[in-house]
Structure formats: C-alpha cells, structure tokens
Nanobody, 126 residues
Framework: QVQLVESGGGLVQAGGSLRLSCAASGRTFSSSAMGWFRQAPGKEREFVARISSNSVTTYYADSVKGRFTISRDNAKNMVYLQMNSLKPEDTAVYYC???????????????????WGQGTQVTVSS
C-alpha cells in the first residue's frame, strides 16, 4: 500500500512557476511508476505526466509538454512536478497517483492508478 500527500500548490500569475511535491509512504513506492493528474471544476480528471519507477521514462500531456517536468527521488520517497510558464488554463486541483500496473489500461487513464493523494490547488491568474 502507498499513501500520498501533495503540497506546493498556490496562487501564481500567468508566466510564473510552481513546484509541486508528493510525499509517499509504503514499501512499494520505489517500484511503482507515478503520475500527476489534474481536475478543473466541472471537468474530468486529466493526465498531466508520468514517470517510471527508475526515472528512465517520462510522458507528458501535449498541453504541458515543454513547460512541466516530472521527477522523483526514490531515496526520499518523493515525486515532483516543476511547472513553468503557467497559464490560466492550468488552474486545477493537482493529484499524484501510484500506477497500479494494469497494463491493459493506458498510462494516461486515471483507472490505471491505484493510490491517490488528496490533491493540491493550483490557481493561475491572468
């Protein structure tokens, strides 16, 4: 089992940066791929980024590619999302999640992820 706690959200002006952190506990963290998702009011939860257990492979949604960077530190049980050049449309609650390794489900689907944090609010003002 993995427990996840996000932090680092807040209010920022367009063009600014934020770094989200996700603290994980549990024996299986270092062997689990991890993802970041976001959900804006009235919208479905959407994929943002994913990182493999050994940090070799990363994936990004087209909407954040080139602006966001996902990373992890297995020694510290941490996952990060560096967000640069933020836009008002990035406003959402951001969640980190642990990949449940359901290989028949796309890595970009929330259904693939077994454990979720409580989320952290990111608001980008124009």
């Amino acid at each position: 089992q993995v427990q996840l706690v996000e932090s680092g959200g807040g209010l920022v002006q367009a063009g600014g940066s934020l770094r989200l952190s996700c603290a994980a506990s549990g024996r299986t963290f270092s062997s689990s791929a991890m993802g970041w998702f976001r959900q804006a009011p009235g919208k479905e939860r959407e994929f943002v980024a994913r990182i493999s257990s050994n940090s070799v492979t990363t994936y990004y949604a087209d909407s954040v590619k080139g602006r966001f960077t996902i990373s992890r530190d297995n020694a510290k049980n941490m996952v990060y999302l560096q967000m640069n050049s933020l836009k008002p449309e990035d406003t959402a609650v951001y969640y980190c999640a642990a990949d449940g390794a359901f290989y028949s489900i796309s890595y970009s689907s929330p259904r693939r992820y077994t454990y979720w944090g409580q989320g952290t609010q990111v608001t980008v003002s124009s």
